[in-house]
């Protein structure tokens, strides 16, 4: 997206930029999920996270007024911090709930733009197991993999694949809750972290590069 299009006032959150119509120069929003310890601005008087990105500043040097928000599970609070309401929303949320297609939800809900994917790519993308499903069914080579939804389900898996294995929660960004695992004695202390983050599990071929 082009914030500049959009005119008017952009915010920025801790994780997402949004802009607030008919204010010139434009206000821009960041959210993020990490707690950060806060300072005055004395041009506008709202607060924000110190060790911001260099996104938060380059907003800042390209006119925006830009808005920290920290984003965390409470969504009254956020609702709260959205009002009046921003142009657009720059997102630089990671993980569940930012990436995921929940806050993209909300967001359409509300009528407010934001940056990178929409609701329906970001929940197909953060779900590794329907990802895998895709690029199957379109022809694009994936690490041959199986699906499990309990320690049971997770021998026979694995004895289909071959170790190494990359044991991992389907519905995680990052590593979290990852395990390459060599010998199948790992196997069940893998599979049983993955599912501390996620009912469902993907064991993977480990491609070597």
């Known amino acids: 997206m082009d914030m500049r299009s959009l005119g008017g006032r952009v915010g920025c959150g801790a ?6 119509p008919g204010c010139a120069p434009a206000r821009a929003c960041l959210a993020s999920g990490k707690a950060y310890k806060r300072c005055r601005v004395p041009d506008n008087h709202s607060d924000y996270p110190l060790e911001m990105p ?7 040097d390209a006119g925006y007024r830009v808005t920290a928000i920290d984003v965390q599970r409470d969504a009254g609070a956020l609702l709260t911090r959205l009002y009046p309401r921003p142009d657009a929303i720059f997102n630089a949320l990671h993980g569940r709930f930012g990436e995921d297609g929940c806050i993209q939800g909300l967001l359409n809900i509300l009528g407010i733009p934001y940056t990178h994917s929409g609701m329906l790519a970001s929940a197909i993308a953060m779900d590794k197991a329907r990802s895998k499903h895709l690029f199957r069914a379109r022809g694009i080579p994936t690490p041959d993999y ?10 026979g898996a694995a004895e ?9 929660p389907s519905g995680q960004g990052s590593s979290v809750g990852m395990s390459k695992i060599h010998e199948r004695a790992e196997l069940k202390e893998a599979v049983d972290i993955a599912l501390q983050y996620d009912a469902t599990v993907l064991l993977e071929k480990c491609i070597t590069g």
Request: aromatic content about 12%; charged content about 20%.
């Open 15 to 20: 994780s997402r930029c949004w802009v607030r």
């Open 160 to 168: 289909n694949l071959g170790l190494p294995l990359i044991v991992k």
């Open 146 to 155: 199986a699906v499990v939804r309990s320690y049971r389900e997770a021998p």
């Open 54 to 60: 260099t996104y938060y500043q380059s907003l800042r």
